[in-house]
Each structure stands twice: as C-alpha cells, then as structure tokens.
C-alpha cells in the first residue's frame, strides 16, 4: 500500500501537489493506491486527511467540473465539502466515492478484520466452569 500521510498543520506546498498529480497521470497503481488510502482514512475515522487526499485525488483525476456535471452539485460546493473546514454528508460523500471507483474501474469492498472478532475467554471464567463440571 502507498503512503500517503500528510501533516495537517503545513500547507502543501505547489510543488508537491504537481508530483501528486504527475505521479498519478503515469502510475494506475498509485492512482488506485491514492483513492483507497483516501477512502480508508475515512472509514479509520480520520476524515481530515481522507478529504485532503480525495480533494487531491480528485484535482490530479476527474476534476470538480466533471464531478459537478455527475453529482449535480457545483463545483464550488465540492471543494467546499472536501476542504478543510467542510463538513460532507455521508449521502454526498458515498456518491463521490461510487463515481470515483467508477471512473478509475475499481471496488474497494470493506472486509472485517480477524482479529477484531476473536475473543478470547477469560481465564477465571473458563477456571470456574472446569471445576464445577468436574466436581459433580
């Protein structure tokens, strides 16, 4: 998986953001890297760097004119919604989000993780129940 971890208390400076998007008009792979780190900080529930990373993603790809022709919200408002003070509605950002995998060809699916669901007893629990089954 790409890295992408940005600072939030720096700006970007213009030089960065034109090696983000250079990169991502000539790898497909860091492309799709870029759309799934975005999506997973969102999902991780860190949704400041998740818009930083769509809100780049977004200039380096599709463009928010192209995205405002789709979801039939001006561009202006887009930028909003993705910049640092924006606040998306979760209905908004699902559909960003199902146009941008549709455009790049991709579904990122939400597996859940195995070692989340495991528990393990606890020990006094288990010790109790063994000695009062083999006591009877």
Same mark, same amino acid.
């Given at each position: ?7 939030? *208390?720096?700006?970007?400076?213009? @030089? ?8 991502? !008009?000539? @790898?497909? +792979?860091?492309? !799709?890297?870029?759309? #799934?780190?975005? *999506? $997973?900080?969102?999902?991780? +529930? @860190?949704? $400041?760097? +998740? !818009?930083?990373?769509?809100? @780049?993603?977004?200039? %380096?790809?599709?463009?928010?004119? !192209? ?22 509605? %979760? ?12 455009? $790049? +060809?991709?579904?990122?699916? *939400?597996?859940? %993780?195995?070692? %989340?669901?495991?528990?393990?007893? #606890? ?14």
């Amino acid at each position: 998986m790409v890295s992408y971890v940005l600072p939030l *208390i720096m700006a970007l400076t213009r @030089d960065f953001k034109e090696t983000i998007r250079a990169r991502v !008009k000539r @790898d497909p +792979g860091f492309r !799709k890297a870029l759309l #799934r780190e975005g *999506i $997973e900080n969102f999902l991780s +529930g @860190d949704v $400041e760097t +998740g !818009k930083i990373i769509l809100r @780049d993603f977004i200039n %380096a790809t599709v463009g928010f004119t !192209k995205l405002s022709d789709v979801t039939h919200r001006s561009a202006k408002s887009l930028m909003r919604m993705l910049g640092p003070r924006g606040n998306p509605q %979760a209905r908004n950002l699902f559909e960003i989000v199902a146009y941008l995998q549709q455009a $790049e +060809g991709v579904r990122f699916e *939400i597996r859940p %993780a195995r070692a %989340a669901f495991r528990r393990k007893p #606890r020990p006094s629990a288990q010790a109790g129940r063994r000695a009062s089954v083999g006591g009877r």
